[in-house]
C-alpha cells in the first residue's frame, strides 16, 4: 500500500505561503570542516601507508580505528613516536613530499564493463546455484580494484559517469585483480604471523624481527571467539567454494540445509583461504570490506580480498601462525 501525503491547513490561520516563506529565513545550519592536517591528508595518508605495506583496509579518506592502527605500527617500525596521528614526522617518513600522487586516472575498458555483473540472493540456496559469486557492480569492482570505499570512487568523480570508454580518477594504490593468483614473494623470506584480537591487526613478521606486512582485521566475536594460542598455516586455497553449514553458526536458521557457495569476491571467504591447523577457522577475504576491522567475525580472520591476496603471497604451509 502506498503512503498518502496530506497537508492540513495551519489552525493558527497562517497561510502555507507564510510558511514557506519562514523556513526560507530560518538560520542555515553549518557544517564544521576539519582543520587541514599540517602535512599532507587523510587521502595520501591512507594510500602512501597502503603502498608500504601498512594497510588503512578501505580506502575512503577518513580518519578511524584502522588508519591509526596502520600508522602506529608503521611510526613503531620507523622509530618515531608510536601516536597513530597524521603527523609531519610520519608524513616525511612515508615519502609524502616527494612521492608518486596519492591520485591517478584510470580509463575504463569494454572488458570491465562487461563484468559480467550477478544480482546476488539473500537465500544461501539460491547463491549455491550461481556459477560465481561475482561484482555486482562495476562501480564495486573498479573500488576493489583500487583498494577503495564505492563512496570515494564516486566522489571522486561526481561529474563523471562510470562507463567504459570514460577516465576517471582513482586512488594510485597496485591494482587487484581477483582472477590473477599472487606469486610468492620473494623478498618475504621465513615469516611468521600474528593476530591481535585487542588491536584487531595482523603483523607478518620475518625471524629478524622486521615488520613487513601490516592490515586490519575482523576476528571472532562473544559467540565465537578467536582461539588463542599457536597455530601454523595448513593451505593456501585461492578461489576456494563454501562450504556452508548452519551446524557451525550459532546465528544459522535451524531450518536450513547445508550448501557449498562458489568461489568469488563476493564469496563469505573471498578470493582466498588460508587454512590453519584447527578445524574451519582460517584467515581469508570478505565480501564487505568496508567492514574489516569495524564488525565481529564468526570467529575466523577476516581481511579485506587485496590484503588476503597479499597475506597469501607471504605464507606456505608450515608458517607460524599466532592468535593473541
Same mark, same amino acid.
Given at each position: ?25 530560518? +538560520? ?5 570542516? %576539519? /582543520? =587541514?592536517? #599540517? ?6 595518508? !591512507? @594510500?602512501?601507508? &597502503? ?123 597496485? +591494482? ?5 593468483? %599472487? /606469486? =610468492?614473494? #620473494? ?6 604471523? !600474528? @593476530?591481535?584480537? &585487542? ?126
Amino acid at each position: 500500500m502506498g503512503t498518502v501525503s496530506t497537508f492540513a491547513a495551519p489552525a493558527n490561520g497562517q497561510t502555507a505561503a507564510h510558511h514557506r516563506t519562514a523556513a526560507l529565513h530560518r +538560520p542555515r545550519t553549518t557544517t564544521v570542516r %576539519p /582543520a =587541514p592536517l #599540517p602535512c599532507g591528508d587523510l587521502l595520501g595518508f !591512507q @594510500v602512501l601507508l &597502503d603502498r608500504q605495506g601498512f594497510s588503512p583496509g578501505e580506502i575512503d579518506s577518513k580518519g578511524g580505528d584502522n588508519l591509526a592502527h596502520a600508522l602506529a605500527a608503521l611510526q613503531a617500525s620507523r622509530e618515531i613516536a608510536a601516536t597513530g596521528e597524521p603527523d609531519c614526522d610520519t608524513w616525511h617518513a612515508l615519502g609524502g613530499d616527494s612521492a608518486e600522487a596519492p591520485i591517478t586516472t584510470y580509463a575504463i575498458t569494454e572488458r570491465d564493463a562487461r563484468g559480467p555483473f550477478v544480482v546476488i540472493p539473500t537465500a544461501i540456496e539460491r547463491q549455491a546455484r550461481l556459477s560465481a559469486l561475482g561484482y555486482r557492480s562495476l562501480v564495486e569492482e573498479l573500488a576493489e580494484r583500487f583498494h577503495a570505499s564505492p563512496a570515494l570512487l564516486q566522489q571522486l568523480n561526481r561529474r563523471v559517469r562510470i562507463i567504459a570508454g570514460h577516465t576517471i580518477r582513482v586512488p594510485a594504490t597496485q +591494482p587487484f585483480d581477483p582472477n590473477t593468483k %599472487p /606469486a =610468492p614473494d #620473494p623478498n618475504a623470506g621465513d615469516v611468521s604471523i !600474528q @593476530v591481535s584480537r &585487542d588491536e584487531s591487526a595482523l603483523r607478518a613478521i620475518r625471524a629478524d624481527g622486521t615488520l613487513i606486512f601490516f592490515a586490519p582485521v575482523s576476528s571472532g566475536s562473544e559467540h565465537d571467539p578467536l582461539p588463542l594460542g599457536q597455530w601454523k598455516v595448513t593451505s593456501v586455497n585461492w578461489h576456494p567454494k563454501f562450504h556452508y553449514n548452519p551446524n557451525l553458526f550459532w546465528d544459522a536458521d535451524p531450518d536450513q540445509s547445508r550448501a557449498t557457495l562458489p568461489p568469488g569476491p563476493n564469496s563469505p571467504v573471498g578470493v582466498v583461504w588460508i587454512g590453519v591447523n584447527i578445524a574451519h577457522y582460517g584467515m581469508h577475504g570478505t565480501p564487505e570490506p568496508g567492514h574489516v576491522g569495524h564488525t565481529e567475525s564468526h570467529g575466523c580472520v577476516r581481511l579485506t580480498n587485496w590484503d588476503a591476496a597479499r597475506l597469501a603471497s607471504l605464507v606456505k604451509p608450515g608458517t607460524p601462525v599466532v592468535f593473541q
